[in-house]
């Protein structure tokens, strides 16, 4: 360090390294929600505040297996920096890692300073910023299910189910988890101070759900991005693999990304409760599930992002099917769970564990305002079967149907921002090219050997 390294940094510095710590990792999100990032030396920490971290601006157009989509910015500049500074209030230990701390970073173009195009973070600050404007604040719980899968070589996939055993759904202990997944998971998740509450396992064999406490949206958000990388990083370290895929495979289900919301005042009075209007629910809440009925074709976009996303959905699947709300009934895509006051709240239930979260929860809070500033009304809530295609409009069914609709939905990509819609649409829609072109095994299963 030296001498003009601010003494507020110094002291931070010195109490890392009196717990042991020597390195701090730096994260940050991309487009599609993984965390990139950089082990920095303690004692380089200063410098990393001060001037920032150079990273390819490239890495937010850059796909699972490495393609890179020609957006402008990137290959076309001649492949720019953004410059990656340490957010010091998200600084924890890895408990799984000794030596290492953990920080999320903020993503700036080293030019002008400002947040790069295409940061999901400072995305979700400027949405929450736009409700802000009415005196409001969004609070989120997220829910997230993973599938934990176990090294197979005779499987094509190379991958077989974590304890796979048929009816062990809401099930805990070691009849369905027999290695104590689920437990180590906890505990590390506790120690890593991110909100973990509870855990189990979920429909399908080897998979899980954990519940993550509610906050703030942008801290919502910060702890779902940590709880998808650790899980899959705690997974590695048991030689297995976690998957947020929205469907991984034929002869299982979905795992899904429900979203808990609320919305407190200045005085963090909860405005979605009014005991004296219909279902207990106050015109503030009937104008945020407007919003979001009204700009679900657009959210399936952000919320269900691949294309493997749209096998999760169809009749009888536990995963909304069409655009309704309902009361305590988990086939509407918006769910009103049965408490109250305080805890009144929407479960948002259309996206699955592909989502970023920070770009789905963007999308959450940027529909709910437009609903509660053009104070909507929605229909009649939804009651009994959720998958009769006669009684709501339909999501979209694939990929380039939600695209189309998030490009067409001008109100809510005039919250989200046209730099960062046309970044994502020319991501995904190359995406979708390169899927189009590739022959699947379906293909040459169903036609080799006959035609």
């Known amino acids: 360090m030296s001498a003009e390294t601010p003494p507020q940094i110094r002291q931070r510095i010195d109490a890392l390294a009196a717990q042991g710590i020597d390195v701090v990792r730096v994260a940050y999100p991309d487009l599609i929600g993984t965390d990139r990032g950089r082990d920095v030396l303690l004692h380089h920490l200063p410098n990393a505040i001060g001037h920032g971290i150079a990273f390819c601006r490239a890495i937010y157009h850059t796909a699972a297996l490495g393609d890179h989509s020609d957006i402008p910015g990137g290959l076309d500049a001649g492949m720019p920096d953004i410059s990656v500074r340490p957010d010091l209030a998200t600084l924890v230990p890895l408990p799984w890692e000794p030596g290492v701390a953990w920080c999320i970073g903020d993503a700036r173009d080293p030019e002008t300073g400002r947040p790069a195009p295409e940061s999901p973070r400072d995305l979700l600050r400027q949405v929450t910023g736009r409700l802000r404007e009415s005196g409001l604040t969004a609070v989120v719980g997220p829910e997230l299910e993973y599938v934990l899968l176990d090294p197979d070589p005779a499987s094509p996939t190379g991958w077989r189910r974590y304890a796979d055993a048929p009816g062990n759904v809401y099930t805990v202990g070691r009849k369905g988890d027999p290695d104590g997944h689920l437990l180590r998971t906890l505990r590390h998740l506790h120690d890593l101070g991110i909100g973990a509450t509870s855990g189990n396992r979920e429909f399908d064999g080897g998979q899980f759900e954990i519940n993550l406490d509610h906050s703030e949206a942008l801290d919502a958000a910060d702890r779902a991005f940590r709880f998808k990388a650790a899980i899959k990083e705690l997974a590695r370290v048991e030689g297995r693999l976690a998957t947020f895929m929205a469907k ?123 609903g509660i500033s053009d104070t909507a009304e929605p229909p009649a809530p939804m009651s009994g079967y959720g998958y009769d295609a006669t009684s709501a409009p339909k999501l979209p069914t694939h990929l380039g149907e939600a695209l189309d609709a998030l490009e067409a939905d001008h109100q809510l990509t005039e919250v989200l921002g046209k730099p960062f819609v046309d970044s994502f649409l020319t991501f995904k829609r190359d995406e979708l090219n390169r899927f189009r072109s590739y022959v699947t095994d379906w293909e040459f299963r169903e036609y080799a050997h006959l035609l």
């Open 248 to 370: 991984p495979l034929n002869d299982g289900g979905g795992s899904g990304f429900h979203l808990h919301l609320s919305v407190v005042d200045s005085e963090q009075r909860n405005v979605f409760d009014d005991p004296d209007q219909p279902y207990g629910l106050s015109a503030t809440a009937r104008h945020a599930i407007a919003g979001l009925l009204a700009h679900a074709p657009a959210l399936a976009a952000l919320f269900n992002p691949t294309i493997n996303s749209y096998k999760r959905f169809g009749p009888a699947t536990a995963a909304p099917w069409l655009i309704d709300w309902g009361l305590d009934n988990r086939g509407a895509m918006v769910r009103i769970p049965p408490e109250r006051g305080s805890a009144s709240r929407l479960e948002i239930r259309l996206g699955d564990a592909t989502a970023n979260p920070y770009l789905a929860i963007a999308g959450l809070v940027a529909a709910v305002h437009l």
